[in-house]
Structures are given as structure tokens and as C-alpha cells.
């Protein structure tokens, strides 16, 4: 991979739980919008190797590693097909 990585924001910041007030507000904000520019910028294969790379993936930031794996849509059905690709691959277990 020619990309410089970034920690996973559960890495990063281990002590701020995922939907805290740090994350819109100081150094989570910066760190997080940093984050999604240069995870943006990744292929999609290349971002699900990330999520691979980075793993155990925490409960709590679950909805953020499917948001990963849809981008740049976002849609709903890219975020519901990024759940089973989760699980497919072992980062999530189906529930």
C-alpha cells in the first residue's frame, strides 16, 4: 500500500467512547476530519483491507467501519451491505 496509514479512531483516541462531546469538539474533531478525507481517498478494497489491518474492531464504532466500507454514498443499502461484508469477513459477528 503506498498510502501512509492513520490510527482507526478507537486506536487513536482509546479513551473517548464513540458519540462523545470530543469527537465534535478538540482534538477528536481534528483527528476525525483528517481521518475521513484521507479514508476518502482510499479504494474500497484498500479501505476493508484497513478495517482488516486494524481489528478487533470495538462494538461501539461498528456503524463507523460499515460507513467506511460505503463510502463516498453513504446510502442506506451500501451501509446495510457493509454490515455483511463485516461479518463475512470476521469483523463482526451476524447477529
Known sequence: M?????QPPWLR?????AGELGWRM???EGYLCDF???IGS????ERLAYLLRHKPLPDAYVL????VLALPDLNDADVDAAFGVLADVGLISRG
Open 64 to 67: 463507523m467501519a460499515a460507513d
Open 2 to 6: 503506498t498510502h501512509r496509514d492513520m
Open 36 to 38: 475521513w478525507g484521507w
Open 42 to 45: 482510499l479504494t474500497y478494497d
Open 13 to 17: 483516541f482509546p479513551d473517548l467512547p
Open 26 to 28: 478538540g482534538a477528536g
